[in-house]
């Protein structure tokens, strides 16, 4: 258990359909990520809140779309999307969003399937 | 820009072995270094990090790891594994400001009796 709380653990859509995955935080930061992992890539920061606003958005595809209501809670709001964003998409939190050596908690993360 | 290399994707060990896993990074500037673990069907974990001070850091479940500058390296260690360190192992760099780890591409550790 590590603070972090992802859901749906797996997902399983069509290219047309509309979804979202939800992360939770339990441990009081201020920070939340959305990071995606795909085979043989490295992790791939996609989305940075800090304070409910968003930092950064790293040449994210407009089909992914985040939201971030309050320091707790992160979705990912999922829309037409295609077979290659198939992968594992971790949620996960730090204290603050500069780096001071700031430990970054990971949930388990949310296996999305696009067929 | 930072980068991370892990030049060993898949590293084989009989239980009770010692095993280093490897990683260098690239930086201009100081650096804050990582290593994760990532447990079959579950999220990644810190094991260790080296903010400043003793270039030698003990993490959790006997892992250790030796910063070495000149070299920009920092491998990951362990001197007896087990079969439950079987996982996926991910060094990470990351720097003074904006959090921003930049994660290496992962090596599987596959321990067998």
């Known amino acids: 258990e590590t603070g972090v709380t992802q859901t749906p653990r797996h997902l399983v859509m069509g290219m047309t359909n509309k979804k979202s995955l939800k992360c939770e935080q339990h441990l009081g930061h201020n920070a939340m990520y959305w990071y995606k992992q795909s085979a043989k890539k490295p992790l791939e920061l996609m989305f940075v809140y800090s304070l409910e606003e968003r930092v950064e958005n790293n040449s994210v595809p407009s089909r992914f779309s985040p939201e971030c209501p309050n320091s707790s809670h992160l979705f990912l709001h999922l829309h037409t999307l295609q077979p290659e964003d198939s992968a594992l998409y971790l949620c996960a939190s730090s204290q603050d969003r500069d780096s001071s050596g700031n430990t970054i908690y990971f949930g388990e993360g949310s296996w999305l399937t696009v067929v | 820009a930072q980068s991370v290399t892990q030049l060993d994707s898949q590293v084989p060990v009989f239980e009770e072995a010692p095993v280093e896993l490897r990683c260098n990074y690239s930086s201009s500037v100081s650096v804050y270094l990582f290593w994760y673990v990532q447990y079959p069907n579950q999220g990644l974990q810190l094991l260790l990090k080296?903010?400043?001070?003793?270039?030698l850091v003990k993490g959790i479940n006997g892992f250790e790891a030796e910063f070495n500058k000149s070299q920009t390296s920092f491998h990951l260690r362990k001197p007896s594994v087990h079969i439950s360190d079987t996982a996926e192992y991910f060094c990470a760099v990351g720097n003074t400001g904006f959090q921003k780890l930049v994660f290496g591409t992962g090596t599987r550790l596959l321990v067998s009796p």
């Open positions: 080296y903010l400043s001070g003793s270039t």
